[in-house]
């Protein structure tokens, strides 16, 4: 009976139906599992190959290109550069905003601005300084100066400052985006952290900010941009990381924007290299308290023996710079061989940065071979300008 009961018992053939196809099914998808990854493997050798193809005729091919493109490229540039020197912009009754207004550049271009019958929007945090800015534009020719007391890090008083920009005046030709501050102090000997975030707040956003808002109406008057980075976006001055990375952020920024905007406003990026301001007088935002200090030890150990430029012939330079409308502005002009340095030979850059700044950790700036150097050779006299052998600076 159990014999018999085996050859009448049926097979099971659903079951073995369902799992001769879930084998199936497993098989297919595992070659299709090869497949993709076959054509992946290809795929990415394909693009290692190109890789090497560029790595090997990219250096070439560019420096040939170069070659034959960089002189005609130049002398184009400077047949522009001769006919927007002769048909330079003029601002007799256009409305510019300078923001910074209180001290340094951005005091002296409001001068500069005001000589040639702009009307001006002149902004910044200090009431009594500003005012007496204003005043003397006014007395340099200006026909119409608007005061506004605002800090920039704050993005209200941005949408405030365009507000009443356009109220009063009803358009907005230049904007100049001048208002920045500086640190000093090692990264490492930071106590609190959270002191640099005021140096990004006024150097990067500040102008970012302001710019955005002034966006629709600079559009309508097919008006300028003027942003104040510095030659600090490409060296590596030790102490000074966090502003030297708040001023890369701002050229990097502005040049970008100039893509976007196209030939609707057009954008000047000024790189100063030293000028006479409150920084180059040595005033400091420090890490370790978040304190603004006036220490002219510590200016003497960052400037050396650099000379520094006058500050009425910096404003110049600029406003002139934007009136003909250049990409580019590095004043003094001789400080833009630095980015060269830089570019071909940041090795030795670096070595000389830290052979004459760098102190050993725990000792002070003040004991750096820069300071020294100016102290035994007294080239501060010569090399400084009179403005900046007083600590004093103005405060309200």
Known sequence: ????????????????????????????????????????????????????????????????????????????????SVLSSIFSENVNGKVVLITGASSGIGEHLAYEYAKRGARLVLVGRREDSLREVVD??????????????????????????????????????????????????RLEEATDITNFRAIMDTNFWGSVYTTRFAIPHLRCSKGKIVVLSSAASWLPIPRQSIYNASKAALLSMYETLRIEFGPNIQITIVTPGYIESELTQGKFLMSDDGEMIVDQDLRDAQ??????????????????????????????????????????????????????????????????????????????????????????????
């Open 1 to 80: 009976m159990p014999c018999l009961a085996l050859y009448t018992t049926k097979p099971p053939t659903k079951q073995i139906a369902f799992k001769s196809i879930f084998i199936i099914s497993e098989n297919l998808r595992t070659s299709q599992n090869n497949i993709f990854i076959c054509c992946h493997q290809l795929v990415m050798l394909g693009v290692n190959l190109i890789h090497k193809f560029l790595n090997l005729v990219a250096p070439p091919f560019t420096f040939f290109s170069l070659c034959l493109f960089l002189p005609p490229f130049y002398l184009f540039k400077s047949f522009l």
């Open 136 to 185: 003397r534009a006014s007395d340099r020719g200006s026909p119409d100066v608007l005061m506004v007391r605002a800090d920039v890090s704050k993005v209200e008083d941005c949408k405030r400052i365009v507000d009443e920009t356009i109220n009063h005046f009803g358009r907005l030709d230049h904007l100049v985006n001048n208002a920045g501050i500086t640190s000093l102090g």
């Open 303 to 396: 400037v050396s023996a650099t000379p520094v430029g006058s500050v009425e012939g910096c404003a110049k330079a600029i406003v002139n710079s934007v009136c003909r409308g250049d990409r580019y502005l590095t004043e003094p002009e001789w400080f833009g061989v630095t980015y060269i340095w830089k570019v071909f030979c940041p090795e030795l850059l670096e070595w000389g940065y830290r052979l004459m700044y760098v102190t050993r950790p725990g000792s002070s700036a003040k004991e750096a071979p820069s300071k020294k150097i100016l102290d035994y050779t007294g080239a501060e006299n010569v090399l400084y300008p009179e403005t900046l052998h007083s600590p004093e600076v103005k405060t309200d």
